[in-house]
């Protein structure tokens, strides 16, 4: 993963994207994480990384 073109880690699924984003100052939720223009997906979306309902918040 990388902000502002540095390399900041490796995310292996979507909490990983959220927690090395927060680490560097960049607060993200699930929900946006397809709609945000501060993510680029290479091969494909939250879909492709496996994000599950279970992650998703409940009624919000």
Known sequence: ??????????????????????????????????RTPLVEWRGGGTAAWGLSEAMLPMNR
């Open 1 to 34: 993963m990388s902000l502002q073109g540095r390399v900041v880690g490796v995310a292996h699924g979507v909490q990983d994207v959220i927690l090395l984003a927060r680490r560097h100052g960049v607060e993200l939720e699930v929900e946006e994480l397809d």
